[in-house]
């Protein structure tokens, strides 16, 4: 692959075949009908994300960015010389820049996006700001079975993954510490982990964050609906469903789903669906914790906490952990 007239070693590990329409399906073959968060993030629904992260109701963004702002030179010197950086899920790149801009002498970046127009433009744009970074894009979804290229799995210095986002959070605790194990495996022993975590709190913040007034993020959620018809042959009508989000304290998380409106049968390819008034499907959790939950849910995957940043009204809150 060349960018800006540079050859970059480009891997494209996405199975070819389509395994959309067999999650959703099962999805929605379930009591609890389900879509999993990740197909939220097609082209439209990225820039509607994009959006949303710009809206004054959602603080994280913003929020964690400040942190990361604000720390980068500690975090830099924390992870050391001659790291290779990791990121799963590195969407458009953003905040990765704060940490590039301190650390010292970097071995590479590798970028992991499931979207291969995301991940090249996201390239592109690094490529121009950091020159002499050595940038390694792998085209592949994180949550999956995970592997890095050869080239990259053989570099014996430390590697340590970037997470931002409260991406982790989309998680149950149960796969949350699954993938967190994951990570481990791809970094081995000694090897650190930075990532950006929401921090529970009055439970107002979040239903604003996530029920805007403006109505972005119900039309991010809908717009669910609108990238089956298309890939899958559907047939909602997303003017049957609306957007509904709220914290469930018990489970300390937030939840997003697409209520129905009416009783009514959708098909999806071949598949028909049964739909009762007031049933929903569940597209995503957001799950917050405290300092102490989240260390305790790290050390269950073998990670040892160094250091953590929170701003000022304790909204969000970045750790570094190293493997041990």
């Given at each position: 692959?060349?960018?800006?007239?540079?050859?970059?070693?480009?891997?494209?590990?996405?199975?070819?075949?389509?395994?959309?329409?067999?999650?959703?399906?099962?999805?929605?073959?379930?009591?609890?009908?389900?879509?999993?968060?990740?197909?939220?993030?097609?082209?439209?629904?990225?820039?509607?994300?994009?959006?949303?992260?710009?809206?004054?109701?959602?603080?994280?963004?913003?929020?964690?960015?400040?942190?990361?702002?604000?720390?980068?030179?500690?975090?830099?010197?924390?992870?050391?010389?001659?790291?290779?950086?990791?990121?799963?899920?590195?969407?458009?790149?953003?905040?990765?820049?704060?940490?590039?801009?301190?650390?010292?002498?970097?071995?590479?970046?590798?970028?992991?996006?499931?979207?291969?127009?995301?991940?090249?433009?996201?390239?592109?744009?690094?490529?121009?700001?950091?020159?002499?970074?050595?940038?390694?894009?792998?085209?592949?979804?994180?949550?999956?079975?995970?592997?890095?290229?050869?080239?990259?799995?053989?570099?014996?210095?430390?590697?340590?993954?970037?997470?931002?986002?409260?991406?982790?959070?989309?998680?149950?605790?149960?796969?949350?510490?699954?993938?967190?194990?994951?990570?481990g495996k791809l970094i081995s022993s000694g090897g650190g982990l930075l990532i950006g975590v929401d921090l529970k709190k009055d439970s107002k913040?979040?239903?604003?964050?996530?029920?805007?007034?403006?109505?972005?993020?119900?039309?991010?959620?809908?717009?669910?609906?609108?990238?089956?018809?298309?890939?899958?042959?559907?047939?909602?009508?997303?003017?049957?469903?609306?957007?509904?989000?709220?914290?469930?304290?018990?489970?300390?998380?937030?939840?997003?789903?697409?209520?129905?409106?009416?009783?009514?049968?959708?098909?999806?390819?071949?598949?028909?669906?049964?739909?009762?008034?007031?049933?929903?499907?569940?597209?995503?959790?957001?799950?917050?914790?405290?300092?102490?939950?989240?260390?305790?849910?790290?050390?269950?995957?073998?990670?040892?906490?160094?250091?953590?940043?929170?701003?000022?009204?304790?909204?969000?809150?970045?750790?570094?952990?190293?493997?041990?």
């Amino acid at each position: 692959m060349t960018v800006n007239n540079r050859v970059v070693e480009f891997f494209d590990l996405t199975i070819k075949s389509n395994n959309i329409l067999k999650e959703v399906l099962v999805g929605l073959s379930k009591s609890q009908k389900t879509i999993p968060p990740k197909f939220l993030y097609d082209q439209k629904g990225s820039d509607l994300f994009e959006k949303i992260c710009l809206l004054p109701e959602y603080y994280p963004t913003r929020t964690e960015n400040k942190i990361l702002k604000n720390n980068a030179h500690e975090m830099a010197e924390l992870i050391g010389p001659d790291a290779l950086l990791i990121e799963p899920g590195s969407g458009s790149g953003d905040k990765v820049r704060h940490l590039l801009r301190k650390l010292k002498n970097p071995k590479g970046y590798i970028p992991i996006e499931i979207s291969r127009e995301i991940l090249l433009r996201m390239t592109n744009e690094l490529d121009d700001e950091f020159l002499e970074l050595n940038i390694i894009p792998v085209c592949a979804d994180f949550t999956g079975d995970l592997e890095l290229p050869l080239t990259v799995d053989s570099y014996s210095g430390k590697k340590v993954i970037f997470f931002p986002g409260s991406t982790i959070g989309n998680l149950v605790p149960e796969e949350a510490i699954r993938n967190l194990k994951k990570f481990g495996k791809l970094i081995s022993s000694g090897g650190g982990l930075l990532i950006g975590v929401d921090l529970k709190k009055d439970s107002k913040i979040f239903e604003l964050a996530y029920d805007d007034p403006e109505g972005v993020t119900a039309t991010f959620n809908l717009n669910l609906l609108e990238r089956l018809n298309r890939e899958l042959d559907a047939s909602f009508d997303p003017s049957n469903f609306s957007h509904e989000a709220f914290y469930n304290e018990e489970l300390g998380r937030v939840e997003m789903h697409l209520k129905s409106q009416i009783d009514q049968l959708v098909k999806v390819n071949q598949t028909v669906f049964r739909f009762r008034k007031g049933e929903t499907i569940h597209t995503e959790n957001s799950y917050k914790y405290s300092v102490e939950e989240f260390c305790e849910l790290c050390s269950k995957a073998k990670f040892e906490i160094k250091r953590y940043w929170k701003d000022e009204n304790s909204l969000f809150c970045v750790y570094y952990f190293e493997k041990e």
